[in-house]
């Protein structure tokens, strides 16, 4: 990655070059058919169930189970990020150990502990407490090492590290945990109504049935519900009602946990199930059973390990590069500047709702608009990311500071507004990249021929040894795109500009701007 800071000539763009010509390319490996024979008339009927929802039919325990499972997985995920993020910058081990975390996605993560678990309340949360304790390690580890240190100089000599930490270092990083934390809450909804695809009973499993069956009033309720809760978040999810929250989230738990014999289960697991199959029999010292585990690996990486990444990668470029289109199109939509006073609320309700709608179910509805193709998987990251991108992006240009003879309309936007903002722009697509890649992997369980494709096809024959084989070289996918993507950040002085937003940033406008999920 070092290289890229000696190439002649490498900046914005450059990079730009680079990344819309190998989204050009990808296109050419893409499949964008379009497969069903009334595209419009679907949409037309699932508009239709927006327009008219069916607010009585929406499962109220779906809703409970959906909310409960977002607090106690953002509770047990924070609270294990909070103590990685102490030893995180002093141990490789702690950083590869979060890193390993936070890059398989949760539904992997839930097709995994339902082996063990079964489709229990434990299975959901454990899935997204997982991944978020390595994203809240790092991420509290940030805010830590950026905090002021003049605290600590005043401490008495011989004070110990843990003592320094609680009275030195953490009064000061408290808000900053706190914001983000709340944040977390919402990014967890979305998570957990995604789990539903897969049989947990949280509101996506309702949705995946309104949807499957054309009961599109019913699929419309339930997401004009999902809205209204991201929507209110911060109302209900407070410092001041989380120990409420918490505890009502543990006495409205599902009473049935999946098995009994969760135990054993875990036993089996770890001992047998994931252990590749050549090493089972074999004596581990045996040259004939590492012999046998190269026959046996072979064909996973050529079959599928290397086709499942090369498609993965197609996926994730394409939707990267529309990402940026969309981006830059939708921003003036939520800036002062260019909505006006009236119309920039409706840009904002407009975006938000866009960034609220996961990828996971944009795709799948739009696999049952649009038929089965890579084209779903594309446009539903392109309008998520976009969404986030663009909102951020709108934000940021109302804290602009424009000349008195500024130009006004198309020559503002192309020659006063986006120049002076591309840095953040690349900054965020950049920061973006790792998801959407993280994104594509799971489109698999779709049908999409990513990664994700075939550790659903190893999950479903209980392969499970296979199935961690695929879900570890999408972790390495994953975390190489993330090296190259910070070292891109370096190479163009990127780093320092905000794409966490961990921490509430004020714009002289705007307010404090909202994080990114992750």
Same mark, same amino acid.
């Given at each position: ?109 839930? !097709?995994?502990?339902?082996? #063990? ?44 590290? =843990? ?121 581990? !010292? ?27 990668? #197609?996926?994730?470029? #394409? ?58 998987? =594309? ?55 790792? !998801? ?8 698999? =369980? ?12 190893? =999950? ?59």
């Amino acid at each position: 990655m070092s290289a890229l800071r000696s190439i002649p000539g490498w900046g914005y763009a450059a990079v730009t070059r680079w990344f819309v010509g190998g989204a050009l390319a990808a296109l050419l490996a893409a499949d964008l058919a379009v497969t069903s024979l009334h595209p419009w008339a679907d949409l037309q009927r699932l508009l239709g169930g927006l327009i008219h929802p069916d607010l009585l039919s929406v499962e109220f325990w779906s809703v409970v189970y959906t909310i409960a499972f977002a607090i106690l997985g953002v509770t047990l995920g924070a609270g294990a990020g909070f103590v990685l993020a102490i030893p995180f910058a002093r141990f490789r081990s702690v950083r590869l150990l979060c890193a390993g975390l936070r890059s398989v996605h949760e539904l992997f993560w839930a !097709l995994l502990l339902m082996q #063990v678990f079964g489709l229990s309340a434990t299975t959901g949360i454990l899935a997204i407490a997982l991944p978020y304790a390595g994203i809240c390690a790092k991420v509290y580890s940030e805010i830590i090492e950026e905090a002021d240190l003049a605290a600590l100089r005043v401490l008495p000599e011989g004070t110990g590290a =843990i003592s320094a930490f609680a009275y030195g270092r953490l009064p000061d990083v408290a808000a900053a945990f706190r914001h983000y934390t709340l944040y977390r809450f919402e990014c967890a909804m979305r998570s957990t109504l995604v789990l539903g695809f897969i049989g947990l009973p949280t509101m996506g499993f309702y949705l995946e049935s309104a949807f499957r069956q054309g009961r599109y009033a019913e699929a419309g309720a339930l997401l004009l519900v999902f809205y209204a809760l991201i929507g209110s978040r911060r109302l209900w999810v407070r410092l001041a009602t989380l120990p409420v929250l918490i505890v009502v989230s543990v006495l409205a738990l599902p009473r049935t946990i999946g098995t009994t014999n969760w135990l054993i289960s875990l036993g089996r697991f770890v001992t047998h199930d994931i252990v590749p199959s050549p090493l089972r029999s074999g004596a581990v !010292l045996d040259p004939e059973t590492w012999s046998r585990l190269g026959l046996w690996f072979r064909p996973i990486l050529m079959q599928q390990i290397l086709p499942g990444a090369f498609q993965t990668l #197609v996926l994730a470029q #394409v939707a990267l590069v529309a990402t940026a289109l969309g981006a830059l199109l939708l921003f003036p939509l939520v800036s002062r500047r260019f909505a006006g006073p009236i119309g920039q609320p409706f840009g904002r309700v407009l975006l938000v709702i866009i960034r609220s709608t996961p990828e996971y179910m944009l795709a799948y509805v739009l696999l049952q608009l649009l038929g089965p193709s890579m084209l779903p998987a =594309i446009l539903a990251l392109t309008i998520h990311n976009a969404g986030i991108v663009g909102y951020l992006m709108g934000r940021h240009a109302d804290g602009l500071p424009y000349r008195a003879d500024a130009p006004s309309g198309l020559n503002l936007y192309a020659y006063e507004t986006v120049p002076r903002l591309y840095g953040q722009f690349l900054a965020y697509l950049l920061y973006r990249w790792e !998801l959407i890649l993280r994104e594509s992997a799971i489109f698999g =369980i779709l049908g999409v021929a990513t990664l994700g494709f075939y550790v659903d096809a190893a =999950i479903s024959e209980l392969r499970l040894d296979v199935a961690v084989m695929l879900i570890a070289a999408t972790a390495i996918l994953t975390a190489m795109v993330d090296a190259l993507s910070r070292a891109l950040r370096r190479s163009l002085r990127l780093t320092d500009l905000p794409t966490r937003l961990s921490e509430a940033r004020q714009g002289p406008e705007t307010g404090p701007l909202r994080p990114v999920c992750s």
